[in-house]
Nanobody, 128 residues
């Protein structure tokens, strides 16, 4: 019911920056809880960041420990888009990054199983 398309991945040197985008369609975007996850070869899917609801009244942002202070999640409801600004990239950030969405507001945003829809992923490769 929710279609998601990621873009913005690529190859960068350590210390550089990338901005990922996720375009959503099929549902009222402002009502969606949204998240970013990543998966490197041989590893489980890892929580990166999310924007969801608190008390059904406002958005809040949450970050994984490994990216807090370097990555920033944001959303533009007028454009039905979610963004992930990634700064000070490290080689360990190399992974396929996925955008995820759910219509639920009372969800555990760090858990992949809480999300109903997923994008196809965009590759981020950080070289040194």
């Amino acid at each position: 019911q929710v279609q998601l398309v990621e873009s913005g991945g690529g190859l960068v040197q350590a210390g550089g920056s990338l901005r990922l985008s996720c375009a959503a369609s099929g549902r009222t975007f402002s009502n969606l809880s949204m998240g970013w996850f990543r998966q490197a070869p041989g590893k489980e899917r890892e929580f990166v960041a999310a924007m969801s609801w608190i008390d059904n009244s406002r958005y809040y942002a949450d970050y994984g420990d490994s990216v807090r202070g370097r990555f920033t999640i944001s959303r533009d409801n007028a454009k039905n888009s979610l963004y992930l600004q990634m700064n000070s990239l490290k080689t360990e950030d190399t992974a396929v990054y996925y955008c995820a969405a759910t219509t639920g507001r009372n969800v555990a945003v760090r858990m992949p199983k809480q999300y109903d829809s997923w994008g196809q992923g965009t590759q981020v490769t950080v070289s040194s």
